[in-house]
């Protein structure tokens, strides 16, 4: 894992240490620590988890002064642009088979009524906010939001199942299914216009 003369990352081989205040902690290749000063602390038993570690250490151990940091991130929703919410409902919900979050009375920054519309796929933890264009420039990116491009990416179990299910719901696929070195997929329109691809196993 590492390279000449020790160079590389170890963060899997290095354990963390945590100094007191708000000084960071310099850690080496070899594991060692320089505190900058200040005496080190027990290691806190929440710190003894492979994972928090992993989170703590991974990207930063390269001999370099780091930070710890337990944050986590993830994308808890993007937007499509749509021209209609409730036949945007019906498409992702009854076509898709998606579960709707959420289906708010909410205002725009001028005070206009509109609403909050959120669709997830079940199990997932990422959200679609159906936005209603408003004015002209979002109405002319309705279905064009990625430029022609697909844009938008559904893995199911059973592709041919899901492909049946939405194709008797009106879907319109673009291309036959096709396999790939990453499973079967097939291009679809969205209600809006825009082009998914529907991903399964290999068969």
Same mark, same amino acid.
């Given at each position: 894992m590492s390279g000449p003369e020790g160079h590389g990352p170890r963060a899997l081989l290095l354990r963390p240490h945590i100094t007191g205040g708000s000084s960071p902690t310099t850690i080496t290749h070899e594991g060692e620590?320089?505190?900058?000063?200040?005496?080190?602390?027990?290691? &806190?038993? =929440?710190?003894?988890? &492979?994972?928090?570690?992993?989170?703590?250490?991974?990207?930063?151990?390269?001999?370099?002064?780091?930070?710890?940091?337990?944050?986590?991130?993830q994308i808890e929703q993007f937007t499509i642009i749509i021209d209609d919410y409730d036949k945007a409902i019906e498409f992702f919900v009854g076509a898709l088979g998606f579960d709707l979050v959420e289906d708010s009375p909410s205002l725009t920054n001028d005070g206009r009524p509109k609403r909050w519309v959120v669709v997830r796929p079940p199990g997932a933890q990422t959200g679609i906010l159906l936005a209603r264009a408003d004015g002209e420039q979002?109405?002319?990116?309705?279905?064009?939001?990625?430029?022609?491009?697909v844009g938008f990416f559904l893995r199911v179990d059973d592709f041919d199942a899901a492909r049946e299910r939405m194709t008797a719901a009106g879907v319109q696929f673009l291309t036959a299914p096709r396999t790939e070195p990453y499973g079967r997929v097939?291009?679809?329109?969205?209600?809006?216009?825009?082009? =998914?691809?529907l991903l399964g196993p290999a068969a």
């Open positions: 620590r320089h505190d900058n000063g200040r005496e080190g602390r027990d290691e &806190p038993g =929440w710190l003894q988890d &492979p994972q928090r570690q992993a989170i703590i250490l991974a990207g930063h151990v390269t001999g370099r002064r780091c930070r710890t940091s337990l944050l986590r991130v979002q109405a002319a990116a309705i279905g064009n939001q990625m430029a022609g491009r097939a291009v679809f329109l969205d209600i809006a216009g825009n082009k =998914w691809d």
